[in-house]
């Protein structure tokens, strides 16, 4: 039986990138959409964002190797259009995200993709983009 209607298209937030490259909970989920036929986004400020994460934690030699493996992925880097610019600023001035956030969202909700992430704060955009939600970390617990 055909399927019908667009093909599924995918955007991945920092934090989806992330899993796959500290291998955490939920990085054999990115890798098997990274295997799929998928169009595959990534916004520019997720590519920003694992970079200065990884420079800022781990050092630079890592950021670099963070974006020489991101490279290699079968992935489409996303830029400023008008259209993602206008939708990150009405989720940035309604919702309580940030501004990297906000332009991550922004760029599933323009591209018609479905929002690949691990992280809590997006359920306040759950009824403006599909997401498909990677386990959470669990937080430390206090002694």
């Not at 667009?6 to 991945?12: D, E, G, L, R, T």
């Not at 190797?65 to 009405?90: A, M, Y």
């Not at 909700?109 to 386990?135: C, G, I, N, W, Y």
Request: glycine content about 4%; proline content about 3%; overall charge positive.
């Amino acid at each position: 039986m055909k399927k019908t209607g667009k093909p599924v298209s995918y955007v991945f937030d920092t934090s989806a990138i992330l899993a796959l490259w500290n291998n955490e909970e939920g990085a054999d989920t990115v890798e098997h959409i990274l295997r799929s036929e998928a169009t595959i986004h990534i916004s520019f400020m997720s590519f920003m964002e694992g970079r200065y994460r990884l420079w800022k934690n781990a050092g630079k030699d890592e950021s670099d190797e963070f974006s020489r493996h991101l490279d290699l992925l079968p992935v489409k880097r996303v830029g400023i259009t008008d259209l993602i610019f206008e939708k990150s600023v009405e989720i940035k001035a309604t919702k309580n995200l940030s501004v990297c956030d906000s332009w991550i969202i922004a760029t599933a909700m323009a591209t018609e993709s479905v929002l690949v992430h691990k992280d809590p704060e997006f359920e306040q955009v759950k009824r403006k983009v599909k997401l498909k939600t990677l386990p959470y970390k669990k937080k430390a617990k206090n002694p």
